[in-house]
């Protein structure tokens, strides 16, 4: 996004930061802030969102802010209300992704304990006019949501039902549930000069995977960009999927069923020889043990166990990040599992599992962009 400004078609750039995670770019005609390394706040990231803060009120009415947000922001921008901590806020989050919070929960509660999310940016700023580009990493494509919304007026949650849907209560600190519950109700903020503009989303890397798939000679079909749900779940789909997708009766039972919306593929699938399935979204796992991996290295596993002879799954994430592991996901199938993997799976120790694995892990190293997850599942009719 960054590299494309010279087209943007404004004359000057003063004073242009950029919040990346660490060595993301090298060179580039602004102010590189980097923080967030493996996608968690740091005092790095903390500096960088007060630089922004600052800048943002400094701006003259006749200024135009001009933000690019993309996913990792909510990491990138983690400035604590008045009164918290970074640890503060950092504690309750982990607490919730432990216990498979999803990301729309975890960035409500995000918005409620931060001094910029939730449309904040843009309400603090001193310009009459702000642009805001966007990358989803929601699914949906909700504003408010994306990298928590600075720039956008988020909508009224009761953030405490999150709290006790996990279980959570009596597990954050007091001052924690007191800014939860001063925050119940939403203040109404001034956002009438903003505005917020959807760019990129998970759609465009899927039609851009059947492009590819197409070209090397497979015949793609595009069912879901809206996979949601605990891994386990999102594992059992797709390897029924392998198992029923020529039987009409069996796959329009399996889409009947699903809990995230699919698409019917195309009648004409039955008779293809070599077919991709394509999907996206972003599942969560709620976290047993103590190992290292990731939602996608996960799922990859998972669904391998019991996939039909002959059948690949591939899913990766398209920041290339997968948890706080160097892999971006895994490629599997049956041929390449190891007696001992329901232990790994047991501990949540999915990379521990392939890095064992020659050619297993896929690891391209932080993309620069996140549009969620790609899930591709690999069938022959034979």
């Known amino acids: 996004m960054v590299l494309a400004k010279p087209s943007w078609g ?12 660490f060595r993301q770019l090298k060179k580039a005609n602004l102010e590189v802030l980097e923080g967030a390394k493996n996608n968690l706040p740091d005092n790095d990231s903390l500096l960088a969102a007060k630089k922004i803060k600052h800048l943002a009120v400094s701006l003259h009415p006749e200024d135009i802010l001009i933000i690019l947000i993309s996913g990792g922001g909510s990491a990138l921008l983690p400035l604590p209300k008045e009164g918290l901590t970074l640890e503060d806020k950092l504690d309750a ?8 919070a999803t990301i729309n929960e975890l960035n409500h509660v995000r918005i409620a304990l931060s001094d910029l999310k939730g449309g904040q940016l843009a309400a603090l700023s001193g310009t009459k006019q702000v642009v805001t580009l966007i990358l989803s990493d929601i699914i949906g494509d909700p ?3 994306i990298a928590s919304g600075p720039t956008v007026q988020p909508l009224p949650v009761n953030t405490c039902d999150i709290i006790e849907k996990y279980g959570l209560t009596d597990k954050l600190s007091t001052k924690i549930l007191q800014y939860l519950m ?3 109700k939403c203040q109404s903020l001034d956002t009438s000069h903003v505005q917020n503009l959807v760019i990129g989303n998970n759609t465009k890397a899927l039609e851009a995977a059947a492009e590819k798939a197409k070209e090397l000679g497979y015949f793609p079909c595009i069912l879901s960009n809206s996979v949601s749900g605990e891994v386990a779940d999102v594992s059992n789909f797709y390897s029924t999927l392998a198992r029923v997708w020529h039987k009409k009766d069996r796959l329009n039972e399996l889409i009947s069923q699903s809990k995230f919306p699919i698409t019917m593929p195309p009648a004409a699938v039955c008779d293809m020889q070599s077919i991709i399935f394509i999907c996206g979204g972003e599942p969560t796992v709620a976290l047993k043990g103590q190992g290292q991996g990731g939602r996608n290295q996960e799922l990859a596993l998972r669904v391998a ?6 059948c690949t799954f591939l899913s990766a994430g398209t920041d290339g990040i997968d948890g706080p592991t160097p892999a971006a996901g895994a490629v ?3 041929s390449n599992l190891r007696s001992d993997l329901d232990t790994f799976l047991a501990n949540n120790d999915s990379y521990s599992y392939l890095r064992e694995s020659d050619g297993d892990l896929i690891q391209t ?3 620069g962009t996140n549009v969620m997850d790609i899930h591709l599942l690999h069938v022959c009719n034979i």
């Open 10 to 21: 404004w004359p000057q750039l003063l004073h242009p930061y950029l919040i990346v995670t």
């Open 93 to 100: 989050i982990k607490k919730l992704t432990r216990a498979g």
């Open 143 to 145: 504003v408010h949501l």
């Open 182 to 184: 001063d925050n119940i």
């Open 305 to 310: 166990k019991t996939l039909p002879e002959g």
């Open 332 to 334: 599997c199938d049956r």
């Open 365 to 367: 190293g932080h993309t």
